[in-house]
Structures are given as structure tokens and as C-alpha cells.
Nanobody, 118 residues
Framework: QVRLAESGGGLVQVGGSLRLSCGVSGSIISVNTMGWYRQTPGKQRELVATITSAGRTDYADSGEGRFTISRDNAKKTVYLQMNNLKPEDTGVYYC????????????WGQGTQVTVSS
């Protein structure tokens, strides 16, 4: 059974930093794209950042220059370093293991709350 477990969320002041981690069990991750998404009340889950199996990264405009996604395939873990946090970064952050092929299933973690106070 594939499971994703996020950690590292919390309460931080504006301008602070957090590092989120997502550990994966039940599957390798080296061949999969991994991603971080954010959801706030009343809104759809939105993309924050992705990293391909080759290490190519992509960011939403909101996090460009402040967030860094990385991965350690040996540890089956993906990270999201968030710097210079803003109140609009507040939300529940979810880790996503994308399917390698279209007929496969992707997996989500349970999420970790990030709250940025002004």
C-alpha cells in the first residue's frame, strides 16, 4: 500500500521559513514526478511546485524565487523549502506522487498545515 506522509508544517511569522518533507512508503519514487499542492478553505487545490524524475522543477508564479522543491530518491522523500513566507502562503500543503503511466493511480498525502501570521 502506497502512503505519503507530510511533515514540517506549522505557524510562522511573515518573512520566516519552513521546510516541508514528504516521505513515501510502499513505492519507489525515482521514476515518478512528485509535487506539492496547497489548498485553502473554499478553494480548489492548487499547484505549488513539481519535480520530475530527472530533477526538472516547475513552480507556480506565487512561489517562484521563494520556494525550492527537491528530492532524495534513496530516502524516498521530497522536500519543499519555503522562504520569505507571506500570509497568502497559508494553507494545507499536500504531497502528490504522480503516476508514471496514464492508466496508473496517483497518490496524495494527508496534508500539513502551514500558517503564516502577519
Amino acid at each position: 500500500q502506497v502512503r505519503l506522509a507530510e511533515s514540517g508544517g506549522g505557524l510562522v511569522q511573515v518573512g520566516g521559513s519552513l521546510r516541508l518533507s514528504c516521505g513515501v512508503s510502499g513505492s519507489i519514487i525515482s521514476v515518478n514526478t512528485m509535487g506539492w499542492y496547497r489548498q485553502t478553505p473554499g478553494k480548489q487545490r492548487e499547484l505549488v511546485a513539481t519535480i520530475t524524475s530527472a530533477g526538472r522543477t516547475d513552480y507556480a508564479d506565487s512561489g517562484e524565487g521563494r520556494f525550492t522543491i527537491s528530492r532524495d530518491n534513496a530516502k524516498k522523500t521530497v522536500y519543499l523549502q519555503m522562504n520569505n513566507l507571506k500570509p497568502e502562503d497559508t494553507g494545507v500543503y499536500y504531497c502528490y506522487l504522480a503516476p508514471r503511466f496514464v492508466d496508473q493511480t496517483g497518490y496524495w498525502g494527508q496534508g500539513t498545515q502551514v500558517t503564516v501570521s502577519s
